[in-house]
């Protein structure tokens, strides 16, 4: 099988170094990868939003599969578009349906589908430019701390919490108003704040059936302690250890049961990864967000505890039988450390020479953003560059070991989190 990767992150790079390992896999390719990715696979220039560019790779190089790794593609409608020409048609590619990616692609449509299935979330209410009236409004009939979400697509950065009143109001004036985040916040998703403790919940699913992937649990905020600016993540760990059998018997009966029926009974296909942001309130769980592919830097902590051939899953999953599959998790925990740009989420330089990456035995090293330089050299081309991920008998060991891969890569300027599991 000839699979393409879509994408240029860790989380790609976690999901290519899984289908390297695979007997199943000829030959594969990731667009527009990274210099991690071109250790083991051929690494193709495209950008993951242009769809004629991807399409020609496909055909040229007899892809069987592809794997979209990020979420703007398939809100873009991807799965749509190889659907409709008739030279794609019939090849696989996991991910939903354009109407399946609002999910991820609108916060009202996700909170409206929760709503229509009875899916436990927090109370809302959204809100347009010419709505900011009622918003204020409603802003003060609901006591603090204010969730204000951007409804769209606004990289991780579209959601505020915020405990003062008038900078709510003034936080919604600037994303319906001055467009903040651009068209991602022409509306607003206000919600009411749920207090307690978050995890993340991944499904792989058919349409039909489904496999729950190991929970992780990562950390976004830049500053020890959970302080700070929000970023793309700081690090994660699995499995999670407060989301026992019982809660988990909750999650699936009350959250993925009834989100994967309600795809089915509104005759939305649905063919990929759902990822479920959760909040524990007591002992019970709550949808934060539906995310419509892989999280990351989760994927760097729940694809190394996948034992079963994610090819074969991938495979089963397009062809509608991933019933007959039997996932095998490996009961190590595994952790994951971010190693990022100083100056990162704000701006900060590239171009970097990476060190020490061959000095790493204990950990595996997933390259988020790097890129090979005119001499060969490994260098840094984002703000996250490294997830250095390790596997251990408890999350106590796998995060000395992966702290101990940290301590032997060197590269100007950077910066890591101490406490990563800190709270667990």
């Given at each position: 099988m000839n699979i393409l990767v879509l994408g240029s992150g860790g989380r790609e790079h976690a999901l290519a170094w899984k289908l390297h390992q695979s007997q199943a896999v000829e030959n594969l390719f990731v667009a527009p990868g990274n210099a991690g990715t071109a250790e083991f696979a051929e690494n193709?220039?495209?950008?993951?939003?242009?769809?004629?560019?991807?399409?020609?790779?496909?055909?040229?190089?007899?892809?069987?599969?592809?794997?979209?790794?990020?979420?703007?593609?398939?809100?873009?409608?991807?799965?749509?578009?190889?659907?409709?020409?008739?030279?794609?048609?019939?090849?696989?590619?996991?991910?939903?349906?354009?109407?399946?990616?609002?999910?991820?692609?609108?916060?009202?449509?996700?909170?409206?589908?929760?709503?229509?299935?009875?899916?436990?979330?927090?109370?809302?209410?959204?809100?347009?430019v010419s709505d900011l009236e009622d918003a204020y409004r409603f802003l003060e009939t609901i006591p603090p701390p204010y969730v204000l979400k951007a409804d769209g697509l606004a990289a991780g950065k579209g959601v505020l919490i915020l405990n003062e009143i008038e900078t709510a109001k003034?936080?919604?004036?600037?994303?319906?108003?001055?467009?903040?985040?651009?068209?991602?916040?022409?509306?607003?998703?206000?919600?009411?704040?749920?207090?307690?403790?978050?995890?993340?919940?991944?499904?792989?699913?058919?349409?039909?059936d489904y496999k729950i992937l190991p929970?992780?649990?990562?950390?976004?905020?830049?500053?020890?302690?959970?302080?700070?600016?929000?970023?793309?993540?700081?690090?994660?760990?699995?499995?999670?250890?407060?989301?026992?059998?019982?809660?988990?018997?909750?999650?699936?009966?009350?959250?993925?049961?009834?989100?994967?029926?309600?795809?089915?009974?509104?005759?939305?296909?649905?063919?990929?990864?759902?990822?479920?942001?959760?909040?524990?309130?007591?002992?019970?769980?709550?949808?934060?967000?539906?995310?419509?592919?892989?999280?990351?830097?989760?994927?760097?902590?729940?694809?190394?505890?996948?034992?079963?051939?994610?090819?074969?899953?991938?495979?089963?999953?397009?062809?509608?039988?991933l019933k007959e599959i039997d996932l095998e998790i490996h009961k190590e925990a595994a952790a994951t450390v971010m190693m990022v740009s100083g100056g990162y989420p704000e701006a900060y330089q590239k171009g970097y020479a990476i060190r020490g990456l061959d000095s790493v035995k204990e950990a595996t090293v997933f390259h988020a953003g790097t890129q090979t330089d005119s001499n060969g050299a490994v260098v840094t081309s984002g703000g996250r560059v490294l997830a250095v991920t390790a596997l251990g008998a408890d999350f106590k060991e796998c995060l000395r070991k992966a702290y101990k891969g940290v301590s032997e890569i060197q590269f100007q300027d950077a910066y890591y989190r101490t406490d990563i599991g800190f709270d667990l």
């Open positions: 193709i220039p495209l950008a993951v939003s242009d769809f004629e560019a991807i399409r020609e790779a496909v055909l040229s190089r007899k892809i069987d599969l592809v794997l979209v790794g990020p979420e703007v593609p398939l809100v873009m409608g991807i799965q749509d578009y190889f659907k409709s020409n008739p030279s794609l048609a019939n090849i696989a590619l996991i991910g939903p349906s354009k109407i399946g990616a609002q999910l991820e692609g609108s916060k009202e449509f996700a909170k409206k589908f929760m709503e229509r299935h009875g899916i436990p979330t927090a109370a809302y209410r959204s809100f347009g003034s936080e919604l004036q600037e994303m319906l108003v001055e467009a903040k985040f651009g068209a991602a916040s022409s509306r607003v998703v206000i919600e009411a704040f749920l207090s307690g403790i978050e995890l993340s919940c991944f499904v792989l699913t058919d349409g039909k929970t992780a649990k990562d950390y976004k905020r830049i500053g020890e302690g959970d302080t700070g600016l929000n970023t793309g993540g700081m690090g994660a760990i699995s499995p999670v250890g407060f989301a026992d059998a019982a809660f988990m018997e909750k999650v699936e009966s009350r959250i993925i049961k009834p989100t994967v029926e309600g795809l089915k009974k509104e005759n939305i296909p649905y063919t990929g990864f759902i990822f479920i942001g959760l909040i524990k309130v007591g002992d019970d769980p709550f949808v934060i967000e539906y995310n419509v592919r892989m999280g990351d830097p989760e994927t760097e902590v729940v694809i190394p505890r996948i034992q079963t051939d994610l090819a074969d899953l991938l495979k089963a999953t397009a062809n509608g039988t």
